[in-house]
């Protein structure tokens, strides 16, 4: 007895048994826990803070020294690579004058890749803010602020 095989049947096959190995790997990842990225090579390069690439902007850059004006700060990390960071960080500033209302950030903005600040001061002069991304500073990377009368 001689089992002929269609050519329907074998895509069929072809892609059941495609279906089947793609199933595999995703119940292995599952029970053992391991995210996709552990599987990628490029991991590290993507993920580490570049302080070449990175920036670290304010707006406005003169704010009224009344304790409720404040200067939008915004931390941009990006990796050696080129590309944003897509892992949280924790990110915290550093004055020398005013105070920065979050202590620090853990979560970029939405999907805009950057970690936002707010600095109020009560008292005039140059705040110069200097970004610390996990306790590290930002490789002497910092934004100055005018607080006036």
Known sequence: MVIYIYPMDKRFLSLFFLFLLVFAL???LVVFDRPLTSLTRAKEEYNTVSSENSSILAWPMTVKADG???SLIKVFLSSQAGPPITVNKKVSLKTTLGIVREAFVDRVVADRHYYEFHLVSQSEGIATVEAFIDGAS???KNVSVVFTK
């Open 68 to 70: 409720t004006s404040e």
């Open 26 to 28: 995703f119940i292995t």
């Open 138 to 140: 930002l490789g002497g």
